[in-house]
């Protein structure tokens, strides 16, 4: 068992010697920089919550503690020598003062840059929102900024697509499902999947992350109204049924089908839950879907098998739900005329 210890200063510097170490299994503590592992999985190396390799760039951890008390051997970079680039720069030789005109006074401090202001440092006025936002959220406004700053000025970062950092995007998804299930550091894992949505919005050329938040809202104003209009009082829940009409609606159609690349066993798992909630009984499920089997009927045997039974029916219960949704518009339909045919029936009052 082997301890990697890397610069925090340095971190994408690896010890030349245990490069080979490094296209395996390896665990990280969890300070270690998302882009240090992801330059060792392209090198290689498998993420895993408990790994011969551990990498870390702090020395007083206790699970890097506990690995010196047993005599693990610990390869370091040796750069506690090496300029910190984040230190400042040595003071400038002094300068002779301009003199002062008593009779121009010193302007206040603006809290924001003004356009002239902006302009001579290159960055843009902040609007009203923003500076809203930033005040409210700090962290977000300054997480995208580094993101943005990392895809300027990083080589690996500035080649990345959308296609590329799949399986990024996947591992860390299992890692936080490791996290939950396991008892990990879920934190931790939730910030490694805002990453991949800030670095997604960030290649992005016709929208950003603002545009991502805003169709999230614009889809919660459709899909739960309720949230925004008033007609649930502080306290009160919705129940999951009403929950489930308005989804539906606010779609304007039954939910997508499950994307095809999940595992056949999950894809078997939504069909059977989308059949049970359509009324259907376990006797019109197919066999295949409710009790998945090994098959050789496939180059890919049973995974494959599951898989193509699962897409096939799904595709029947998306027929199903597109029936239900249009009886249940013309149910809506229906009651919204006859509540107008009896408001307008005169009353005895008037007659």
Do not use: C
């Not at 169709?215 to 008033?230: E, S």
Request: no cysteine; proline share 7%; hydrophobic share 40%.
């Amino acid at each position: 068992m082997t301890i990697i210890k890397l610069d925090s200063r340095f971190p994408t510097a690896i010890p030349l010697e245990a490069a080979n170490l490094l296209t395996g299994e390896v665990s990280y503590t969890e300070e270690v920089p998302i882009r240090v592992r992801w330059a060792i999985a392209d090198a290689g190396g498998h993420s895993v919550s408990q790994a011969e390799i551990l990498v870390t760039t702090d020395m007083e951890n206790d699970e890097v503690l506990d690995r010196l008390d047993v005599g693990e051997k610990v390869y370091s970079v040796e750069l506690d020598d090496a300029p910190d680039p984040a230190a400042p720069a040595a003071p400038a030789a002094p300068v002779a003062a301009a003199p002062v005109q008593e009779s121009a006074p010193e302007p206040e401090p603006e809290s924001v840059a003004e356009p002239a202001q902006a302009q001579e440092t290159g960055q843009e006025p902040l609007t009203p929102q923003e500076q809203l936002a930033a005040a409210r959220l700090p962290h977000v406004v300054e997480a995208v900024d580094i993101m943005a700053a990392a895809r300027r000025t990083g080589q690996w970062e500035a080649r990345q697509t959308h296609k590329s950092l799949l399986p990024y995007l996947i591992e860390e998804t299992y890692e936080f499902v490791d996290a939950v299930n396991e008892g990990g550091d879920i934190r931790s894992e939730l910030s490694d999947l805002l990453l991949q949505v800030l670095f997604h919005a960030e290649i992005a050329e016709d929208f950003d992350f603002d545009d991502v938040a805003t169709d999230f809202i614009l889809k919660m104003r459709a899909r739960q109204p309720y949230l925004f209009d008033g007609t649930v009082a502080e306290g009160e829940m919705v129940s999951e049924e009403e929950q489930e009409r308005l989804w539906t609606y606010g779609r304007g159609r039954p939910r997508s089908n499950p994307a095809t690349q999940l595992p056949a066993l999950t894809l078997a798992e939504e069909a059977i839950r989308r059949a049970r909630a359509l009324g259907l009984s376990d006797a019109d499920i197919p066999v295949e879907i409710l009790v998945p089997t090994p098959g050789l009927e496939t180059d890919s045997g049973a995974e494959e098998r599951t898989r193509q039974a699962s897409r096939a029916f799904l595709a029947e219960l998306a027929q199903m739900e597109n029936q239900q949704a249009s009886h249940a518009e013309q149910w809506a339909v229906d009651s919204e005329d006859n509540e107008e045919a009896e408001g307008s029936w005169p009353s005895e009052s008037d007659s």
